[in-house]
Nanobody, 134 residues
Framework: QVQLVESGGDSVQPGGSLRLSCSMS??????????VGWFRQAPGKEPEDVLC????????YYADSVKGRFTISRDSAKNTVYLQMNNLKPEDTGIYYC?????????????????????????WGQGTRVTVSS
């Protein structure tokens, strides 16, 4: 059974940094074809579109809202994916979830494929809370 556990959330001031961790069991990052995504759910809202994705081949995707500020990385030996968040802003406040699946895209009946939402991934964790406030 695949399990994901997020950690590292905290309260920080604007401009601060945090590193979130997503530890996995029941799945090997070094042996498998996968996509690991990080999502954010702001207070009172549904989870947003994926913020960044770590691919099995080492490539990464970043949403415009976090590009240049967030960095996704992995340690296959520890079976952990990290999210380094710099220059945090109040709008980064929320619960951060990691999720994993063999595909990051989902086909649509009109147009091309689109990126999966959090709950369309095969597995996700319970989240870790980040608060950015002065």
């Amino acid at each position: 059974q695949v399990q994901l556990v997020e950690s590292g959330g905290d309260s920080v001031q604007p401009g601060g940094s945090l590193r979130l961790s997503c530890s996995m069991s029941g799945f090997s990052l070094s042996l498998s074809y996968y996509f690991v995504g990080w999502f954010r759910q702001a207070p009172g809202k549904e989870p947003e579109d994926v913020l960044c994705i770590s691919r099995y081949d080492g490539r990464a995707y970043y949403a415009d809202s976090v590009k240049g500020r967030f960095t996704i990385s992995r340690d296959s030996a520890k079976n952990t994916v990290y999210l380094q968040m710099n220059n945090l802003k109040p709008e980064d406040t929320g619960i951060y979830y990691c999720a994993i699946d063999e595909e990051a895209l989902i086909a649509t009946t009109k147009g091309g494929p689109i990126r999966k939402t959090l709950y369309e991934y095969a597995y996700w964790g319970q989240g870790t809370r980040v608060t950015v406030s002065s």
